[in-house]
């Protein structure tokens, strides 16, 4: 075979191995392997061979195994998962709002890639302006007070109060009160341009 074939070849990837998944699971169950073969109607000596990744089960064996464990076929390749990712507090990126909005921190790093998570400061008397943008949004105030605008409907949250919205209509947000209000917003990452409006007559 040439080096150009051998490049052109789609890459192997490694079959996953769910061996020592089932075992641990059997032996949390305290069942034995005939115990298991018995339930599924597997020979004990291939049982073996998948616990030991020496034979790579259908996807019909993994769930006659997984009725015979009580568990969903997917708890198989929970060995073989990517590990959580963790953001720490000091390392949120942090970026200025814009219209003066203040401090807006992406909790979630940046690692979502539907949802985004953001912790926003907002000074007092600081308002958003009318914009829109892609899918739902969820509010939970975490400080001070806020005032929610969306076509006709305004109202005022305070700490631990909730909001939802669909962002694609305009909507706006003000910090009202002496302190800074403090916002965790969870929207969708979106991936159009957000759009903004001219402002409306002021409704304080």
Sequence with gaps: MTE?????R???RPRPCVGPAVRRLRRERGLTLAEVAARTGLNIGYLSQVETDKASPSLETLGSLGDALAVPVAWFFLDGAAPPRVVRTADRPVRHGPRGVGRIEDVD???GRDVRIVEVSMPAGVRTGFHAHAGDEHHLVL????????????VELGPGDY???DATIP?????????????????????GPETSQPEPPDRS
């Design 171 to 191: 909507h706006d947000a003000q910090s009202i009160g002496d302190e800074p209000a403090t916002l965790l917003i969870v929207g969708h990452r979106a991936h």
């Design 163 to 165: 909001l939802v919205w």
């Design 109 to 111: 790093g940046g690692a």
């Design 4 to 8: 150009r074939q051998l490049q052109e």
């Design 143 to 154: 400080a001070g007070r806020v005032r929610m605008a969306q076509g006709d409907h305004v």
């Design 10 to 12: 789609p890459p192997v």
